[in-house]
């Protein structure tokens, strides 16, 4: 009985606990070309013409932190991305904010600026 009893708290915990709301900010990079951009500076020189290349584009984007991390977007973030990239006039250094519900390494998007 106490086995059930503890299970049924930990699953009752793992429902309650919200998501954690944030405010991200960084480079925007697609998924493709996120691993040859593992830093924040060398993630400021991807071109906007490589992340709306298809294959890129098509791998979805994220945001490169700071520290170094990459925060997978979901399908709503995908769709900011694609319009905020083909409204910019810029070419590289897509600094960026994301409002959003961070679990682990993506998050669900709510909002997208280019700063």
Same mark, same amino acid.
């Given at each position: 009985?106490?086995?059930?009893?503890?299970?049924?708290?930990?699953?009752?915990?793992?429902?309650?606990?919200?998501?954690?709301?944030?405010?991200?900010?960084?480079?925007?990079?697609?998924?493709?070309?996120?691993?040859?951009?593992?830093?924040?500076?060398?993630?400021?020189?991807?071109?906007?013409?490589?992340?709306?290349?298809?294959?890129?584009?098509?791998?979805?984007?994220?945001?490169?932190?700071?520290? #170094?991390?990459?925060?997978?977007?979901?399908?709503?973030?995908?769709?900011?991305?694609?319009?905020?990239? #083909?409204?910019?006039?810029?070419?590289?250094?897509?600094?960026?904010?994301?409002? #959003?519900?961070?679990? #682990?390494?993506?998050?669900?998007?709510?909002?997208?600026?280019?700063?």
């Amino acid at each position: 009985m106490r086995r059930v009893l503890s299970l049924l708290f930990g699953l009752t915990f793992l429902v309650s606990t919200p998501l954690a709301a944030a405010s991200v900010e960084g480079i925007l990079v697609d998924k493709a070309c996120s691993a040859e951009t593992t830093t924040y500076d060398a993630a400021k020189e991807h071109s906007r013409d490589c992340a709306l290349m298809d294959d890129c584009k098509a791998s979805g984007f994220g945001v490169v932190t700071t520290d #170094g991390k990459f925060l997978k977007f979901d399908a709503a973030g995908d769709k900011m991305a694609v319009e905020a990239l #083909g409204k910019s006039s810029k070419e590289n250094n897509f600094t960026v904010t994301v409002d #959003g519900t961070v679990e #682990g390494n993506s998050i669900k998007v709510t909002s997208l600026k280019l700063t």
